[in-house]
């Protein structure tokens, strides 16, 4: 669905965007994600054609962005970032409007209208001034218009930002069912989003690509995949050296040293290798009075500190 | 079809905001209150040698109302887009350039048009209620009319251009307010002394003034006619190319 060749983007200057390649299928939902000023929000308006790239090759839906730039925009549907919106038009009247200027067919427009009203829950809002409408309500007006043409590709830039916790989970439900028919591309903070919307994850950093990959993959990759966290009654010099002796053990970090009390460590261990019960092994035949042991899963948000930071 | 859809939106647009009302009353109670003013002075003076249209598109109250009306209109069609960011929405909408801008034009023009209503009103009323009505001139109602529109376009092309080069509506309307002093101020060196008779030559071909007394006359000329077609088209080209350039710059 979206194919990027060696995309770079310059403003008078300065580099936001340095020779990135990523490619998207159809019916995948995407996470784009990085820190402010990664180049987020460039590559997405690039992708809608609204800035051109200073370099580099982009194919929607098998057209190129910069030639056939109509044919691009018919066939998407964006959401930018603050979801600039007109103030002074009911929301029925501008969607329609929005409708009809995305090239809906004339009697297939009511009938949109009503169905991204329904999936964006705005009936009850429908006649009133978008003005006056709360943030959570313009989110989805916004989020109702990229959808009124039944795009084949949705490009959402933080589609959940400014929301409370209960419209962010309605959103999140929304893009989950959109993306049974749709191919998303969505850019966002919220890693707990990614993680439970999305099905593979560019990360982004300084106009580069870091990674991509699954989310659940994109944790793994992070020290030790997880790391195990270990709580007994022992000499931190000990515990240090005979779980440092095991194979496969990376690092041990005593976390608390409270000689001759309960010390706290973390172990990391080699990626894709379950220590666990190596750990056990050593504390039983120590004979330490154990307290914890627990795995410690890796975040999205580990991983993304890990790539993102320098 | 891009375009008519824009087109009705910014025309009706005009009327989702206070501003259009208020010029509205303003212009309506200006032009009335000039109407009355001239056709109490012509009936009191008996004054028979030029019709009450051709004294009203004489008179410079009109023309300051033109200056004030038009920049207006113009100031926010651009610069309310850039200040939102809906015009990011609106490019990545399936619509070229030109349906954007030619829509804002025409939307704007069509307003200033409707501006323009009460003065038929007066003139209705007048051959109404004046015993016996005053000959009806077909020629000269149809030409200034037509004049009145080319050089409203011209006017608004220009105020559309000033509306893209800035986010902020107020620097918008002074820009576009100094360039239509700047346009028509060319005219008012006929009134000079001393002017060059080679200057007031080239004058008169883009004095408005003398545009619109020839009109009310009924003297069909070309010149004028080709003169705005040509100034608007350039300057919403120019428009067309500036809105381009910003998006480009991001």
Not at chain 1, 254 to 257: A, C, Q, R
Not at chain 2, 48 to 51: G, P
């Given at each position: 669905m979206i194919e990027v060749e060696n995309l770079s983007k310059t403003y008078s200057g300065f580099r936001?965007?340095?020779g990135i390649s990523f490619h998207v299928d159809k019916g995948e939902i995407v996470g784009f994600l990085g820190p402010n000023g990664a180049g987020k929000s460039t590559t997405m308006k690039i992708l809608t054609g609204y800035l051109p790239p200073t370099d580099g090759k982009i194919r929607i839906a098998g057209f190129d962005v910069v030639t056939d730039s109509i044919e691009v925009r018919k066939r998407i549907g964006y959401m930018p970032e603050n979801v600039p919106l007109y103030t002074d038009m009911r929301v029925n009247e501008f969607l329609r409007f929005r409708a009809e200027l995305k090239k809906v067919a004339r009697r297939k427009i009511k009938e949109r209208v009503e169905i991204v009203k329904g999936l964006c829950h705005l009936k009850d809002v429908e006649?009133?001034?978008?003005?006056?409408?709360s943030k959570g309500y313009r989110q989805r007006v916004g989020l109702a218009d990229a959808m009124v043409n039944d795009p084949d590709l949705l490009i959402l830039d933080e589609p959940t930002i400014g929301l409370d916790p209960n419209q962010i989970r309605s959103v999140r439900e929304l893009i989950k069912d959109l993306g049974k028919h749709h191919t998303i591309l969505l850019s966002t903070h919220i890693l707990s989003e990614v993680e439970l919307t999305c099905s593979r994850v560019l990360v982004i950093n300084r106009g580069r690509i870091e990674a991509s990959d699954t989310p659940a993959n994109l944790t793994k990759?992070?020290?030790?995949?997880g790391s195990i966290l270990l709580e007994v009654r022992a000499p931190s010099a000990d515990i240090v050296a005979k779980i440092e002796a095991l194979p496969n053990i990376e690092d041990v970090e005593?976390?608390?040293?409270n000689d001759g009390e309960w010390v706290q460590a973390t172990i990391f261990g080699k990626p894709?290798?379950?220590i666990r019960e190596d750990v056990y092994n050593v504390v039983r035949a120590n004979n330490w009075p154990l307290r914890e042991l627990a795995r410690k899963k890796a975040t999205l948000e580990e991983a993304f500190v890990e790539l993102t930071q320098d | 079809m891009a375009f008519w859809t824009l087109y009705k939106r910014e025309f009706t647009s005009y009327f989702n905001s206070a501003v259009a009302y208020v010029v509205l009353f303003g212009s309506a109670l200006v032009q009335g209150v000039q109407f009355c003013f001239i056709l109490s002075a012509v009936t009191a003076e008996n004054y028979?040698?030029?019709?009450i249209m051709q004294i009203f598109f004489d008179w410079p109250l009109f023309w300051l109302l033109i200056l004030v009306q038009v920049p207006l209109i113009t100031m926010r069609v651009f610069s309310e887009e850039f200040k939102l960011g809906t015009i990011e929405m609106l490019l990545t909408a399936p619509v070229r350039e030109w349906d954007v801008v030619l829509a804002k034009f025409f939307g704007a023009l069509t307003f200033f048009l409707i501006l323009w209503l009460p003065v038929a009103l007066d003139l209705t009323a007048l051959q109404l209620f004046s015993v016996p009505p005053p000959p009806v001139y077909w020629s000269q109602i149809g030409l200034t009319a037509l004049t009145i529109t080319l050089v409203g376009g011209f006017y608004i092309s220009l105020g559309v251009f000033t509306s893209v080069l800035t986010k902020n509506q107020i620097i918008a309307a002074v820009l576009c307010f100094a360039f239509l002093f700047a346009a028509f101020g060319v005219s008012l060196l006929r009134w000079i002394q001393h002017t060059d008779a080679t200057v007031l030559d080239w004058v008169s071909y883009v004095s408005t003034p003398e545009h619109l007394q020839n009109a009310g006359v009924g003297i069909f000329d070309t010149r004028p006619i080709v003169f705005y077609i040509t100034v608007t088209a350039f300057m919403l080209m120019l428009t067309k190319s500036f809105l381009e350039g910003r998006r480009l710059k991001g």
């Open positions: 936001a965007v340095q006649n009133k001034i978008i003005g006056t409408l990759l992070v020290r030790g995949g005593i976390v608390l040293p894709g290798v379950d | 028979k040698d030029q019709s």
